[in-house]
């Protein structure tokens, strides 16, 4: 073959930056919008961003409230507003001044509670303590048994077994049959094999499965009542849907987005042709890309949503589950006519806000089963078939995933596989049958 240089012409896709940024603002939500605009603003000189307002028009619109006016509520702090919960270290250190420490060993007292994680855990060992400070690892063992005699009962475990055993020890009931469980077949309960461990304690099924109700009534993680409550974290819905006049009506929700607009500092130089420079220019159009895109954004949601709307109609109304209708991804996109990827960006993390509360637009998309008459229901009404068949069976002889699948046959018409149904329970949380089974 002659070697040579030849030119041939060629069609590919390309993604253009255009085309990048319009995907990532559809699938930001509106809590992470403005800080990807801001983001955008800090490179664009153009581009300026005011802070949505929907967290501060409630507090406006409040008026007149423990005799101050509107006007002067602008201005006063908002401390007052935030609630203190007592953390769990300052729990235990209330309990620790009472405590007859040294110095030093007050230091490492101190360390040690500092270093319990939110469960009320001790994440350091003694030998890493007896290293940091240099002193001898028994030490550091009378300290941290110090800390387990502390409230709440079962602080400064190591592990479950530990944190069990010391709630175990404080109620006395060291020499019995749940104690000895939790000491030397922890993982035997764990995976519910009653039979296994009644012939290694020589004792009957029932007598395990007393001690195993006993136990759940202890608390694993006694640090979990004093963590932060979640530091209060708040959803910003994109979409609303609110009934009016008995008609459902979908609203963007424009409070809870950053609003952008032309910088006026540099109008006068997009007007003067003659100082006007490149950088000023692409600028200007990464500035009209952007609000294109922004628009884009609006648009593809509301025509998502309103087609949401249009097949969950019946579930607005009564907002039951059992009336949601199978919907998938491609079923939307064929009817606004889109591709499926768009329609599964744009319902990535956002949130439709509803009379009842706000749930995530995803929620609304689930597979298809089809019944024996040819129809077909979707998995949230197969699942809570299955959970309300769960709750009803004889725990003596609790149903396989086998006989679930011929139930909800027969009950409801639903045609699953036994897999699916297996699939479906552990998405519930519901452990298998043998997991399930009662001896009494």
């Known amino acids: 073959m002659e070697m040579g240089l030849y030119q041939q012409q060629s069609m590919n896709l390309v993604m253009t930056t255009e085309l ?6 559809l699938q930001v939500p509106s809590y992470e919008l403005t800080s990807y605009l801001q983001e955008q603003a800090l490179e664009n000189p153009l581009i300026e961003i005011a802070e949505p307002k929907g967290m501060f028009t409630t507090l406006k619109k409040s008026g007149r409230k423990n005799g101050v006016s509107s006007q002067s509520a602008d201005k006063q702090s908002y401390d007052h507003l935030i609630i203190e919960q007592e953390t769990l270290y300052d729990y235990l250190y209330k309990q620790s001044i009472l405590l007859p420490l040294q110095e030093q060993d007050r230091k490492i007292f101190n360390y040690l509670l500092l270093s319990l994680n939110e469960s ?7 030998q890493e303590t007896a290293a940091r400070f240099t002193v001898s690892i028994k030490k550091c063992e009378e300290l941290i048994s110090m800390l387990q005699k502390l409230e709440p009962t079962g602080i400064g475990a190591r592990s479950l077994r530990e944190c069990l055993l010391i709630q175990l020890s404080e109620l006395k009931f060291e020499n019995t049959l749940s104690y000895i469980i939790v000491d030397q ?22 007598q395990i499965e007393e001690a ?17 409550a979640d530091e209060q974290s708040y959803l910003y819905p994109d979409v609303s849907v609110s009934m009016e006049n008995g008609k459902l009506h979908i609203s963007i929700n424009e409070q809870y987005s950053p609003v952008m607009k032309l910088n006026n500092s540099y109008s006068s130089l997009l007007r003067d042709k003659n100082i006007r420079s490149k950088f000023i220019d692409e600028s200007y159009q990464k500035f009209n890309w952007l609000k294109k895109a922004l628009e884009q954004r609006k648009e593809t949601l509301l025509k998502i949503t309103s087609e949401i709307v249009r097949v969950q109609e019946k579930y607005f109304h009564s907002f039951e589950k059992n009336d949601l209708i199978p919907l998938t991804l491609k079923d939307v996109a064929d009817q606004i006519g889109v591709h499926e990827s768009t329609v599964s960006r744009a ?16 929620s609304f998309f689930s597979a298809k089963i089809y019944t024996q008459d040819g129809g077909s229901a979707s998995a949230t009404s197969a699942k809570t078939e299955i959970k309300k068949l769960v709750e009803s069976e004889n725990k003596l002889k609790p149903l396989s995933d086998q006989v679930l699948a011929a139930l909800l046959e027969q009950n409801s018409g639903l045609s699953i596989s036994r897999r699916t149904v297996a699939k479906y329970r552990e998405e519930l949380n519901i452990p298998s049958s043998s997991k399930r089974k009662r001896y009494s």
């Open 20 to 25: 990048r940024q319009a995907i990532a603002i």
């Open 120 to 126: 009320g855990y001790l994440t350091v060992t003694a």
């Open 185 to 206: 077949y922890l993982e035997l309960l764990g995976e519910r094999k009653i039979k296994t461990l009644a012939e290694l304690l020589k004792v009957s099924p029932q």
């Open 212 to 228: 195993a109700d006993f136990l759940q009534t202890l608390d694993p993680r006694p640090g979990a009542a004093f963590s932060p």
């Open 347 to 362: 319902v990535k993390n956002k949130v439709l806000q509803t009379s009842k509360g706000a749930v995530e637009l995803k």
